[in-house]
């Protein structure tokens, strides 16, 4: 048995080496490189390669080795292979061994150069580790990720019904080029929120927004919740975005639901007083501001008869035929509410010139005339409206408000069943 130091140019190699000779029935030298990796003193070395290599080097590994060797006797070619070894401490080491089988006078010889890739290898398990546990929250993580180039126009949504394996490739995408070119094409976005997404695009900074689409062969428009995160390259250049979207269809369906229901009257279908105060009081101080629009006081006369009379069933039935009258002769521009037990307001939006409201005035009247409510008794409606218009007799609701109610009041000391602004 030949020991390291034999040979004291085998010493002077950067890398553990073996040198072995007799394939059949291997013969080691080994260097002090070696004998550091693994952690044995020379006698015990030497004690393990006489009694039992294989306590330190893996045994399927050696003979996939002996394998590829006895393949390569004859052509000079050298041979990898990963080898595991066990260290005296018991530790387990990754190693890929190069060996050339060299043929000489006094038989064939196995020069091997032994590289540690533990820490390769634990990065390598650790990595796949890290995305399986990113592909094990991909699949249970109900939003989808996309990322957007500015430079190309390309959106790329990632794509969850692939099915995945080993690594992210172009397959696991589902790519839109040309996408804010041909926005307006594709029908993807609702027409009322493409400015919405344009907009973001057009700032690049971090937003979310709240939009309809249908990219996911949807029939009808979807509300989605996206949230756009800034991308930068290396040199902190704005590239693009990555970001999530998350369908909150549902969500929007009841809170819009509870939204109506807490903003209209439960008995005509109008809106309350707090909710026309609000959007009435927003539009004026926004879209609406230096626009001719009317706001209209209309309080049913003599209403506590009806229901002192008539009963209180009754009185909600005229109150929601004076409702229902109001709501059909005033369009979508303008906003009707009930206000109180028996007064209701209507504001018309951008009105052109007064003769329009007069008309829809008038009709009001003629149509409670010609529709009486209730079988056997039957009882016309008759109201008292006061009207106030902006600019002229103020900017604000409360203004507009104070002014259609003293015009009302005017109406009901003069005779009721008329209206005056």
């Given at each position: 048995m030949a020991h390291s130091n034999d040979l004291d140019f085998f010493n002077r190699i950067p890398v553990a080496g073996l040198l072995v000779n007799k394939i059949g029935r291997p013969n080691f030298i080994y260097n002090l490189k070696f004998l550091s990796l693994v952690g044995y003193t020379d006698a015990q070395m030497s004690e393990i390669f006489i009694r039992d290599y294989t306590k330190v080097f893996d045994e399927e590994d050696i003979k996939e080795l002996k394998r590829k060797l006895k393949e390569a006797e004859g052509t000079k070619k050298s041979v990898r292979q990963e080898l595991k070894l066990t260290c005296a401490d018991s530790t387990r080491l990754f190693t890929v061994i190069e060996a050339e089988v060299s043929e000489e006078n006094d038989g064939s010889y196995v020069l091997c150069a032994l590289t540690d890739i533990t820490q390769i290898k634990k990065a390598q398990a650790d990595y796949m580790l890290e995305q399986e546990r990113l592909l094990s929250v991909l699949r249970n993580y109900d939003d989808d990720l996309f990322e957007y180039d500015f430079e190309?126009?390309?959106?790329?949504v990632f794509n969850k019904n692939v099915l995945i394996k080993d690594s992210f490739g172009d397959d696991r995408w589902i790519k839109f080029e040309n996408f804010s070119k041909n926005l307006s094409q594709r029908r993807m976005i609702h027409p009322e929120d493409e400015s919405k997404l344009r907009f973001v695009f057009n700032q690049k900074s971090n937003y979310t927004i709240q939009i309809r689409m249908k990219y996911k062969d949807e029939k009808n428009y979807r509300w989605y919740e996206v949230d756009f995160?800034?991308?930068?390259?290396?040199?902190?250049?704005?590239?693009?975005?990555?970001?999530?979207?998350?369908?909150i269809d549902e969500l929007k369906a009841s809170t819009i639901e509870f939204k109506n229901k807490s903003q209209h009257d439960s008995l005509t279908g109008l809106y309350n007083n707090a909710s026309a105060k609000e959007i009435i009081e927003e539009y004026l101080q926004n879209e609406g501001k230096g626009r001719?629009?009317?706001?209209?006081?209309?309080?049913?006369?003599?209403?506590?008869?009806?229901?002192?009379?008539?009963?209180h069933r009754f009185g909600?039935?005229?109150?929601?035929?004076?409702?229902?009258?109001?709501?059909?002769?005033?369009?979508?521009?303008?906003?009707?509410?009930r206000i109180g037990g028996d007064e209701f307001l209507v504001f018309c939006r951008d009105i052109l010139d007064m003769s329009s409201v007069n008309e829809k005035v008038r009709k009001v009247f003629e149509t409670f005339a010609q529709n009486p409510v209730g079988d056997k008794e039957q009882y016309v409606i008759k109201s008292s409206i006061g009207i106030a218009v902006s600019p002229q007799d103020g900017t604000g609701f409360k203004r507009l408000f104070d002014k259609a109610d003293r015009?009302?009041?005017?109406?009901?000391?003069?005779?009721?069943?008329s209206y005056n602004f």
């Open positions: 190309t126009d390309l959106l790329k995160n800034l991308l930068q390259d290396d040199d902190n250049n704005i590239i693009g975005y990555v970001g999530n979207v998350h369908d001719t629009n009317a706001l209209m006081i209309i309080d049913l006369d003599d209403f506590k008869h009806v229901n002192d009379t008539f009963g909600d039935r005229v109150i929601k035929t004076a409702a229902d009258t109001l709501n059909n002769t005033f369009g979508e521009n303008d906003l009707t509410a015009n009302m009041y005017k109406v009901k000391r003069s005779g009721k069943n």
